[in-house]
């Protein structure tokens, strides 16, 4: 069954500090891998990873995917309270499929 | 960029109500869309898979007479809760990418509807 598995679950820093969240998979044949943030309402779209090693930046946040060993990592350096929310790792189905798997999410937690 | 709207934001309703809600895709054609339920603090758990001119596709589980869902052009899927009850109280979340399943699009979601049922 594919699978895809998020850490930690739940992170709290301060503003300023870096952090990392982790997405490892188990999934076969996918297309793509995603990151979405997700603050009160529906995911928004950060980053769509599909070769490996190219790193994706935008801001202060960036994403790598490493398809040797099933992994994919998001950055977010000089963080802020705005940064505050869970973020998602979700997989994408190859070919035609659009069906999408998603990670649990990494609660973010900012404080000032 | 791509724009998934979704109507209205926000339900309140007596149980045994049927609810519609909307998802458009305002800047491109989708001729699939996807449904998701959202339980508080848990992921997305996608429900069905909405396909223009055709039927819906169902996941295990869900009920297809409990939540309708109409595709009926490539811009807009509708999905009706029929007879609603409290325990589907929830946040629907409806998602689309462009040029579909062919394309290396990443899927956009609505806002979402909070629906509650008293």
């Known amino acids: 069954e594919d699978k895809v598995v998020q850490s930690p679950l739940s992170l709290v820093v301060h503003e300023g500090d870096t952090v990392t969240l982790n997405c490892s998979y188990e999934?076969?044949?996918?297309?793509?891998l995603l990151w979405y943030k997700q603050e009160k309402k529906a995911p928004t779209f950060l980053f769509m990873l599909?070769?490996?090693?190219i790193e994706k930046k935008s801001g202060r946040l960036s994403s790598i995917l490493d398809k040797k060993e099933l992994f994919s990592i998001l950055n977010i350096t000089a963080t802020q309270t705005g940064d505050s929310a869970v973020y998602l790792c979700?997989?994408?189905?190859?070919?035609?499929?659009?069906?999408?798997?998603f990670g649990k999410g990494t609660k973010l937690t900012v404080n000032p | 960029g791509a724009v998934v709207s979704q109507h209205p934001s926000r339900v309140i309703c007596k149980s045994g109500t049927s609810v519609k809600i909307e998802c458009r895709s305002l800047?491109?054609?989708?001729?699939?869309m996807f449904w998701y339920r959202q339980f508080p603090k848990k992921s997305l758990m996608l429900m069905a898979t909405?396909?223009?001119?055709?039927?819906?596709?169902?996941e295990q589980g869900v009920e297809k007479d409990k939540f309708l869902i109409n595709h009926a052009s490539l811009t807009l899927s509708t999905l009706t809760v029929t007879s609603a009850h409290p325990e589907d109280s929830s946040f629907y979340i409806c998602?689309?990418?462009?040029?579909?399943?062919?394309?290396?699009?990443?899927?956009?979601f609505g806002d979402g509807t909070r629906l509650s049922i008293l």
């Open positions: 999934v076969t044949n996918f297309r793509s």
């Open positions: 998602s689309a990418s462009p040029f579909g399943g062919l394309s290396n699009q990443p899927q956009h």
């Open positions: 599909t070769s490996s090693g």
């Open positions: 800047d491109f054609q989708a001729t699939t």
């Open positions: 979700v997989l994408r189905g190859q070919g035609g499929s659009e069906k999408l798997v």
């Open positions: 909405s396909n223009e001119g055709s039927k819906a596709t169902y």
